[in-house]
């Protein structure tokens, strides 16, 4: 079964102190992996899309790695206002455009 | 470009009612995404559109429909309402099948 989990459940940082949230998965046959951002009582915001183990993005502060069987989203000295729930999702070969989620990682940034 | 666009944004309903929610997608795009969103489940895949033909669908049970128009435009219906179908129900649009997903704002439901 294709799923999703994300490590770890909520996350608190003082600014300027960086860190890695992580997304594990079990697919069959990854066709993309994509990250997220929501704010309360908002719509996903779309971040990045990954296609193959080694591929990176970079945006602002944040930067997304994949390997085989996970993801990091990598964020280097963030702000409060990176404070949101970053979500993973996977999007297997034979299902179309349907998005597997994992639960979320809570961000908190503190000044 | 506009964004995905819902309405309506806020909706309270009562047991056995049914409802209707609309999802406008981003222009030029053709496939559309819908999804479920507790604080218990999380996000779950209801089902996709794309070319006016559902092209698959979630683990929800037949009470959950939908449909897309050919401006694609869609809309999801849900009959005989429960108390657990309170959620925020999210619309996302792509360019084509199994492309990058743009979400919209959402509607949340409430059932009273």
């Known amino acids: 079964e294709d799923q999703v989990t994300q490590s770890p459940e909520a996350l608190r940082l003082q600014e300027g102190e960086s860190s890695s949230l992580n997304c594990s998965y079990t697919?069959?046959?990854?066709?993309?992996l994509f990250w997220y951002r929501q704010d309360p009582g908002k719509g996903p915001e779309f971040l990045f899309t990954?296609?193959?183990a080694g591929e990176e993005k970079e945006k602002e502060r944040l930067k997304a790695t994949l390997t085989k069987k996970e993801s990091f989203l990598h964020i280097t000295a963030p702000k409060p206002e990176d404070s949101a729930t970053y979500l993973c999702?996977?999007?297997?070969?034979?299902?179309?455009?349907?998005?597997?989620f994992g639960q979320g990682t809570e961000l908190s940034v503190k000044p | 470009k506009a964004g995905v666009t819902q309405t309506p944004r806020y909706l309270i309903k009562t047991r056995g009612q049914q409802v209707t929610l609309s999802c406008s997608p981003i222009?030029?795009?053709?496939?559309v995404s819908w999804y479920q969103q507790t604080p218990g489940q999380g996000l779950q895949f209801l089902f996709e559109?794309?070319?006016?033909?559902?092209?698959n669908k979630g683990n929800f049970p037949g009470r959950f429909s939908g449909r897309q128009f050919s401006n694609s435009r869609s809309e999801m219906n849900v009959s005989t309402l429960e108390l657990g179908d309170s959620a925020l129900y999210l619309c996302?649009?792509?360019?084509?099948?199994?492309?990058?997903?743009?979400f919209g704002p959402g509607t949340r439901l409430l059932v009273l």
């Open positions: 996302a649009s792509s360019p084509g099948r199994a492309e990058t997903q743009y």
């Open positions: 697919v069959s046959g990854l066709r993309g």
């Open positions: 990954l296609y193959s």
């Open positions: 999702a996977v999007q297997a070969r034979n299902q179309g455009g349907k998005l597997i």
């Open positions: 222009s030029g795009h053709r496939s």
């Open positions: 559109y794309f070319s006016e033909t559902q092209r």
